[in-house]
């Protein structure tokens, strides 16, 4: 930041007079007043305009997105600019992304029950969708009392392809949620279900389910999070994206929870939010890239290079505009 630039943002937040704070910074005061009356740089007005996008896109994530993301949407929409310039902007504008606070797990295990074998050992990259499914269960406290959540993601697009909530974390609910994903993919025969150690995903209900639907059980090694660490990752980003995130400090009720929940799964997750480990496309992007036969989304890449041409020339005449009326 420079001297002058100093120097009006003290004057406006603090009311400190020009001519004492040009005495105290060494400068003189006609200098700062030719500052002041000289017109902004080709640069000022990039970031000007720069950050209105910004703030859209930010905006339009509902206040989630950080740098990288915006930096991403920015790509998409043909505007060539680096993620540290676009990261400097935010921070000096006070436009923060989502960030995550730690809570308990809700993992309940099955004194000695012998768990399934890892049919997964860390490897979360399959080439294929529905060849690896991960899951877990999100609690979560309302004026009501708990919520549970459990959730089926698809290993390959990151997908929730399967879900159900209810007041309690009993068999039933996991059943329910793959279920939901069985009726969704129709996987075929082999499909891993993989999981912690909790006592929902050792019952015989839920095995039943799983043999009835021709899907394999597989299981992390007790204590190890890294064993399960998508779908860890994947209730980190609800936890701080949504339900502390522009949300009240204690739900009122399970239904408004619900709500919030089904909104973000099915509204933002699943379609809209760029995810790092799918090139920063949606897993509904994904899915549609490799159906195309175009699993690198080349062809979208090409549209944001044609948009971004046609985006830099709409600048260079505004800035040209504005610059020549000033």
């Known amino acids: 930041m420079s001297i002058y630039r100093h120097i009006s943002d003290a004057k406006k937040a603090k009311e ?21 009356g000289r017109a902004p740089s080709d640069r000022a007005l990039y970031d000007a305009w720069l950050l209105e996008r910004i703030k859209a896109i930010h905006g339009a994530s509902k206040g989630r997105y950080g740098s990288p993301r915006v930096h991403a949407m920015l790509r998409r929409e043909g505007v060539r600019v680096g993620e540290k310039r676009v ?10 992304g989502a960030f995550r606070r ?36 999100k609690q979560t406290m309302t004026g009501e009392g708990w919520l549970y959540l459990a959730a089926v993601q698809d290993l390959y697009s990151r997908r929730i392809v399967g ?9 039933e609910l996991v059943v329910e949620a793959l ?8 996987p075929a025969k082999g499909t891993i279900h993989h999981s912690d150690h909790g006592g929902q995903f050792i019952s015989l209900t839920f095995g039943q389910a799983c043999h009835e639907a021709g899907i394999a059980q597989s299981m992390g090694a007790v204590g190890s999070c890294f064993d399960n660490a998508v779908s860890e990752t994947f209730f980190a980003t609800l936890t701080k994206e949504r339900l502390l995130h522009d949300a009240p400090k204690l739900w009122p009720t399970r239904r408004e929870l ?16 760029l995810h790092s480990t799918l090139g920063m496309r949606s897993p509904i992007e994904y899915e549609a890239d490799r159906a195309a036969g175009d699993p690198d989304g080349l062809a979208r890449t ?9 985006t830099v ?11 020549t009326s000033t």
Not at 87 to 96: F, N, Q
Request: glycine residues 8%.
């Open 302 to 310: 090409s549209t944001s290079a044609s948009a971004r041409e046609k």
């Open 102 to 137: 730690r809570r308990k797990g809700c993992t309940t295990g099955v004194p000695g029950v012998e768990p399934f074998g890892d049919l997964v050992g860390r490897q979360f990259r399959p080439e294929a969708p529905d060849l690896v499914w991960c899951t877990d269960i």
């Open 16 to 36: 400190l007079p020009v001519s004492l704070q040009c005495e105290l910074l060494g400068v003189s005061v006609s200098g700062y007043w030719a500052w002041v």
């Open 258 to 273: 619900r709500s919030a929940i089904f909104e973000y799964i099915e509204g933002f997750y699943n379609p809209t939010r």
């Open 313 to 323: 020339h709409n600048l260079r005449l505004c800035t040209a505009t504005t610059t």
């Open 163 to 171: 879900w159900a909530m209810a007041p309690h974390m009993r068999k």
């Open 179 to 186: 279920q939901m994903a069985v009726r969704a993919r129709r």
């Open 87 to 96: 990261a400097r902007l935010m921070r000096a504008a006070g436009v923060e």
